[in-house]
C-alpha cells in the first residue's frame, strides 16, 4: 500500500500490521482491524495507531528487568560457566602431587568467593574486616585471603574492559531480548554474570566432581548395566537454561561450545518452554486403551485440548511457563472474543492460528463473533488443568500468581436454559417434517426408496422423552436396550462405541410408552433377527469419528429447513434442555429425581461419592417411571 506504513487490505477492509520487537517473541506481529474500507480513513488512522504503538513500546522497554529474564540469564551464564570448566579441566595436565591439587581446589574457591564479593559491590568491592573473620572460621589461610584480594582486582579490571561490558550486552540480548539496557540494567546483569561464575565454581567442586564427564549419571549406568545390557548416555543436567542455540553462545564468547551427552547444555537444559510443556501435557491425557469407545472420548479429549492450547499459546506473548503472567491470561480472553462463534469444523479452518481466525471473524456479523460464557470457561478449565499438570509432573509454576476466577464469564440470565432449550412451537414446526409428520416411521423417503435414516427418526424422539444426550443415544448398542424387563429400559453405560462423560452418567432410564407406540420395540427386534449389534448401525463412522457426529449431518439439514439456518442457540442438545425444563417445573417431580434421570452429578458429598445405584435397578426404574411416562409425547403421535 503505497503512502502508508504498516497498513495493509485484507478482503474489503484496511488492517494495521506491524512486527514486535523480538522480547515479546521471534516473529510475532500484531495487527488491529481498521474496520474501514476507505483509503483516507485508513490514512488517518493508521497515523493514530503508529502513534499508540510507539508510545506502548517505549513505555515497555522503560522497565527493568524483570525477575523471570533475570532467572533465564542466571541459568544461561550458569551453563556457559560450567561448559568452560568442563572444556578447561578435560585438557588440564593432572596434578603432580597432593600439594598441586589442593592449590587448585583452593584457588578455585577463592576464585569463587571473589566473585560473589564483586556481584555483590560491584566496582567498589574490597575484602573488609567482616569477610576475613568469616572465611577464617570456613578454613581459609591468610595465603587464601590474598589470593582473594589479587581476584577481587583483577575482576574489577575485567569490569572496566569493554569486550567484557559488550559481552554482556550481547547476551542479554540474545537470552532475553533486551537490547536496550539502561544503566541499571547493565549493573544487574554484570552481577548476574559474576554471580553465575560463582554458582558453576561451587557446582563443580573438585572434591566430588569425578573427571571432566561431570554430566553423566552413574545410576542410569549402573541400572542399565544389572538389566543386562550396554550402558547408554542419559540427559542429565545440572542447571537449567533458556532455549538459546549454541551458534548465539559462540558468537557472544568467542568459541565453539563444547556439546555434552545432552545436546549441549545450552540447548535442553531449560524445560519450561510452553511448547514443550503442552505436548507432554497432551501425551499424558492421550492414554491407550483397549476400549474402543474409552479411546473415541480420549482422543476426541485430546483434540479439544490439543486446540484450546494451540490458540492459547499463540494468542500470549510469554514462551516459557515461568512468564506467563495476568495479562496473558487477559489477552487470550479478549481473543476469544474476536473469533467466530463457530469454527474449527473444516481441516483449512483446524489449520488456522488464532489470528487468522479473528481476521475471518472481522468479515462475519457481529452476533457471528465472540465463544460463548460457557465455551470460554471451559477453555480457561483446560488452561489451568494443563498448569496443574505442569505444576504436579514437572514442577514448573508460573512466577506470577494468577487468578483465573478473575476471568471466568458469567452466561446472561436465561442464557442456559431459556434460550437453548426447544419451545412448544419449535417442536411444532420440527415434528412437521416428512420425516415425523405421520407418527410412525416412514416407509420410503423423499427419494422413494426405501428409508433408512432410523437414526435420524428415533434419536430426536429418544431424546425429547428421556432427556438423554446426542452420543449417549448415537452411540447405543442392542445390548443397552433391556425390552424383556417389567418396566423396559436404556442401560445407559460405556461400551465399544463410546464411552461416558462422568460416573453419574452410568444410569438406567424407563423407556417412554410412546416409544413402544410408535413401534420402537419391533425396530429393535427387528435389528437382532437380522444379527445387528448396534441401535443405529448405518451411524456407524470412519475412524475418528463418532455416531453423533454422523448423525448431525441430517440433522442439521432438518433444523435448517424447519427452524431456519440463521437459528442461533438451538441445537439436539436443546432437547435435554427442554426434558430438564418440564421435569423441574413439576412439582409432584423431585429433584433428585430429574438428576438420576439425565444423569447429573449431585452436590451432596453422600450422594455424589457413595451412591450406588447399579445394586438396585428395579427399585430405581420403579422411581424414575412415573416421571418419565409424565413427559407428553403427542406432538410425535402423528398430524390428524
Known amino acids: 500500500?503505497?503512502?502508508?506504513?504498516?497498513?495493509?487490505?485484507?478482503?474489503?477492509?484496511?488492517?494495521?500490521?506491524?512486527?514486535?520487537?523480538?522480547?515479546?517473541?521471534?516473529?510475532?506481529?500484531?495487527?488491529?482491524?481498521?474496520?474501514?474500507?476507505?483509503?483516507?480513513?485508513?490514512?488517518?488512522?493508521?497515523?493514530?495507531?503508529?502513534?499508540?504503538?510507539?508510545?506502548?513500546?517505549?513505555?515497555?522497554?522503560?522497565?527493568?528487568?524483570?525477575?523471570?529474564?533475570?532467572?533465564?540469564?542466571?541459568a544461561a551464564e550458569v551453563a556457559q560457566a560450567l561448559t568452560r570448566i568442563d572444556e578447561e579441566r578435560y585438557y588440564e595436565p593432572e596434578a603432580s602431587s597432593p600439594e598441586e591439587w589442593r592449590t587448585r581446589y583452593f584457588d578455585e574457591k577463592c576464585r569463587s568467593v571473589a566473585l560473589r564479593i564483586v556481584a555483590a559491590r560491584g566496582s567498589g568491592a574490597c575484602l573488609i574486616d567482616e569477610d576475613r573473620r568469616d572465611l577464617m572460621l570456613d578454613g581459609f589461610t591468610e595465603g587464601h585471603l590474598l589470593t582473594i584480594c589479587k581476584e577481587i582486582e583483577s575482576l574489577r579490571a575485567e569490569l572496566r574492559s569493554p569486550d567484557f561490558l559488550r559481552g554482556v550486552k550481547d547476551a542479554a540480548e540474545t537470552v532475553i531480548g533486551r537490547d536496550d539496557l539502561s544503566q541499571p540494567d547493565v549493573r544487574a546483569s554484570i552481577a548476574l554474570r559474576l554471580r553465575a561464575r560463582a554458582m558453576a565454581i561451587e557446582a563443580s567442586d573438585r572434591r566430588a566432581s569425578v573427571g571432566p564427564f561431570r554430566l553423566l549419571d552413574e545410576k542410569a549406568c549402573y541400572d542399565h548395566v544389572n538389566q543386562g545390557g550396554e550402558a547408554e548416555p542419559t540427559q542429565s543436567m545440572i542447571v537449567e537454561t533458556p532455549e538459546a542455540n549454541v551458534a548465539h553462545f559462540s558468537a557472544i564468547y568467542g568459541r565453539p561450545v563444547r556439546e555434552t551427552n545432552a545436546e549441549g547444555a545450552v540447548q535442553n537444559a531449560r524445560n519450561d518452554g510452553i511448547a514443550d510443556l503442552i505436548a507432554a501435557h497432551l501425551d499424558a491425557k492421550n492414554k491407550r486403551t483397549k476400549c474402543e469407545g474409552e479411546a473415541k472420548k480420549i482422543a476426541k479429549d485430546v483434540r479439544q485440548r490439543r486446540s484450546v492450547l494451540r490458540h492459547f499459546s499463540q494468542a500470549?506473548?510469554?514462551?516459557?511457563?515461568?512468564?506467563?503472567?495476568?495479562?496473558?491470561?487477559?489477552?487470550?480472553?479478549?481473543?476469544?472474543?474476536?473469533?467466530?462463534?463457530?469454527?474449527?469444523?473444516?481441516?483449512?479452518?483446524?489449520?488456522?492460528?488464532?489470528?487468522?481466525?479473528?481476521?475471518?471473524?472481522e468479515d462475519l456479523p457481529e452476533e457471528d463473533v465472540g465463544l460463548s460464557a460457557n465455551t470460554k470457561n471451559r477453555n480457561f478449565g483446560i488452561i489451568k488443568d494443563f498448569l496443574t499438570f505442569a505444576r504436579a509432573k514437572h514442577g514448573i509454576v508460573p512466577?506470577?500468581?494468577?487468578?483465573?476466577?478473575?476471568?471466568?464469564?458469567?452466561?446472561?440470565?436465561?442464557?442456559?436454559?431459556?434460550?437453548?432449550?426447544?419451545?412448544?412451537?419449535?417442536?411444532?414446526?420440527?415434528?412437521?417434517?416428512?420425516?415425523?409428520?405421520e407418527g410412525r416411521c416412514p416407509e420410503?423417503?423423499?427419494?422413494?426408496?426405501?428409508?433408512?435414516?432410523?437414526?435420524?427418526?428415533?434419536?430426536?424422539?429418544?431424546?425429547?422423552?428421556?432427556?438423554?444426550?446426542?452420543?449417549?443415544i448415537a452411540g447405543m448398542m442392542l445390548d443397552d436396550v433391556v425390552t424383556d424387563h417389567s418396566i423396559p429400559h436404556f442401560d445407559i453405560r460405556p461400551n465399544r462405541n463410546r464411552r461416558l462423560k462422568n460416573k453419574s452418567s452410568r444410569r438406567c432410564v424407563p423407556i417412554h410408552d410412546g416409544l413402544m407406540e410408535l413401534g420402537f420395540r419391533d425396530y429393535v427386534d427387528g435389528l437382532r433377527d437380522r444379527g445387528e449389534i448396534d441401535l443405529f448401525p448405518e451411524l456407524k463412522p470412519t475412524a475418528g469419528g463418532s455416531y453423533g457426529g454422523v448423525f448431525y449431518k441430517d440433522w442439521k439439514k432438518v433444523l435448517d429447513e424447519q427452524l431456519g439456518p440463521d437459528l442461533v442457540?438451538?441445537?439436539?442438545?436443546?432437547?435435554?434442555?427442554?426434558?430438564?425444563?418440564?421435569?423441574?417445573?413439576?412439582?409432584?417431580?423431585?429433584?433428585?429425581?430429574?438428576?438420576?434421570?439425565?444423569?447429573?452429578?449431585?452436590?451432596?458429598?453422600?450422594?455424589?461419592?457413595?451412591?450406588?445405584?447399579?445394586?438396585?435397578?428395579?427399585?430405581?426404574?420403579a422411581r424414575l417411571n412415573p416421571a418419565i411416562q409424565s413427559v407428553p409425547c403427542g406432538h410425535w403421535m402423528g398430524k390428524a
Not at 488464532?354 to 471473524?361: C, D, M, N, Q, Y
Not at 458469567?410 to 409428520?437: I, M, Q, Y
Not at 434419536?459 to 446426542?470: E, F, K, N, S, V
Not at 434442555?577 to 434421570?597: E, P, W
Open 1 to 74: 500500500m503505497h503512502g502508508i506504513n504498516h497498513v495493509h487490505r485484507r478482503g474489503a477492509v484496511y488492517v494495521w500490521r506491524r512486527r514486535v520487537p523480538k522480547a515479546f517473541g521471534k516473529g510475532r506481529f500484531l495487527q488491529v482491524s481498521l474496520r474501514t474500507r476507505n483509503f483516507s480513513s485508513a490514512n488517518r488512522l493508521a497515523a493514530i495507531v503508529n502513534e499508540k504503538f510507539l508510545a506502548f513500546i517505549l513505555a515497555v522497554k522503560s522497565q527493568r528487568i524483570s525477575h523471570a529474564e533475570a532467572q533465564r540469564f542466571l
Open 316 to 361: 500470549i506473548s510469554a514462551r516459557f511457563l515461568i512468564d506467563l503472567t495476568q495479562s496473558d491470561l487477559a489477552q487470550y480472553g479478549d481473543t476469544m472474543d474476536k473469533i467466530p462463534k463457530i469454527h474449527g469444523k473444516s481441516r483449512a479452518d483446524r489449520d488456522r492460528t488464532i489470528h487468522e481466525l479473528v481476521e475471518r471473524a
Open 399 to 437: 512466577q506470577a500468581t494468577l487468578f483465573f476466577e478473575d476471568l471466568y464469564s458469567r452466561p446472561e440470565d436465561g442464557e442456559c436454559n431459556e434460550r437453548l432449550a426447544f419451545s412448544d412451537d419449535d417442536v411444532t414446526k420440527l415434528t412437521d417434517h416428512p420425516v415425523w409428520r
Open 444 to 472: 420410503t423417503g423423499r427419494d422413494g426408496r426405501s428409508f433408512a435414516d432410523f437414526g435420524l427418526y428415533w434419536m430426536p424422539i429418544i431424546a425429547d422423552l428421556t432427556g438423554m444426550r446426542r452420543e449417549e
Open 569 to 621: 442457540g438451538k441445537v439436539f442438545h436443546s432437547w435435554r434442555h427442554r426434558f430438564v425444563t418440564l421435569m423441574r417445573n413439576d412439582s409432584a417431580i423431585a429433584k433428585d429425581v430429574v438428576q438420576d434421570i439425565v444423569g447429573h452429578t449431585p452436590q451432596d458429598e453422600t450422594d455424589r461419592t457413595y451412591r450406588d445405584t447399579t445394586q438396585f435397578r428395579d427399585e430405581m426404574l
